[in-house]
């Protein structure tokens, strides 16, 4: 299996633009997560859907951010307008539940700068 | 806020040397994971211990659980310069299932060749 596929890996945008970041998670697996990750906040989660319904988005900053799941094989994470303490590595991560519990398995990430 | 708190933050070991990193979370638990994450990469997933087991192993790795002191503890054996990476641990509070992990800070590990 190829894992969870993110792009872009590594993004370097101006202040005000729109960035758009896209996940592509392991086939079969039924809960996508995206994850924010700085050395000030640590890792955490923005959103996550299940069977490509939205449940819980509590972790979104502002309404800069929004994120959607058209279908089982795809999501997008946009931000617009970008502000430089946008500057992060988003994670996208997918699972599936089992007997045994729900674990996650994690895209490599695209790094984020935004100047 | 973060549900787990791992400690120490950073831990420097020989070599062939156990390392132990502990897990402190606040509500009640379904499980509890243990990640590692390399520089640069995403975090993969190494061990689950479900809320009424107490102790768990695979390979070099050992997990412990204390559902009354709401804590864990990772514990590598034999440490190798590969194992120098930051761990995390995650807990599942949820309660049907397919709901979000929680994670820790993180404790980074170097292990000195």
């Known amino acids: 299996d190829a894992g969870v596929i993110q792009s872009p890996r590594h993004e370097v945008t101006e202040m005000g633009q729109e960035v758009t970041l896209r996940c592509k998670p392991i086939?079969?697996?039924?809960?996508l997560f995206w994850y924010r990750q700085t050395m000030m906040r640590g890792l955490e989660l923005l959103i996550y859907f299940n069977n490509n319904v939205p449940i819980d988005d509590s972790g979104m900053p502002e309404d800069r951010f929004s994120a959607k799941m058209p279908n089982a094989s795809f999501s997008t994470l946009k931000i617009q307008p970008s502000e430089p303490r946008d500057s992060a590595v988003y994670f996208c991560?997918?699972?599936?539940?089992?007997?045994?519990?729900?674990?996650?398995?994690f895209g490599e990430g695209s790094w984020l700068t935004v100047v | 806020s973060q549900q787990g708190e791992e400690d120490p933050q950073a831990l420097s070991i020989q070599e062939g040397e156990n390392a132990t990193m502990n897990c402190s979370y606040k509500?009640?638990?379904?499980?509890l994971q243990w990640y590692r994450q390399n520089s640069g990469r995403g975090l993969v997933h190494l061990i689950l211990?479900?809320?009424?087991?107490r102790e768990k192993h695979s390979g070099r790795l050992r997990v412990t659980l204390d559902t009354s002191k709401k804590s864990s503890s990772l514990l590598i054996t034999a440490s190798r310069a590969a194992d120098t990476a930051s761990y995390f641990c995650?807990?599942?509070?949820?309660?049907?299932?397919?709901?979000?992990?929680?994670f820790g800070t993180g404790t980074r590990l170097t292990i000195i060749p």
């Open positions: 509500t009640s638990i379904n499980n």
């Open positions: 211990i479900r809320s009424n087991e």
């Open positions: 995650a807990t599942d509070a949820s309660s049907s299932g397919n709901e979000k992990l929680t």
């Open positions: 991560a997918s699972s599936i539940w089992d007997i045994i519990g729900n674990t996650i398995y």
């Open positions: 086939s079969g697996h039924n809960s």
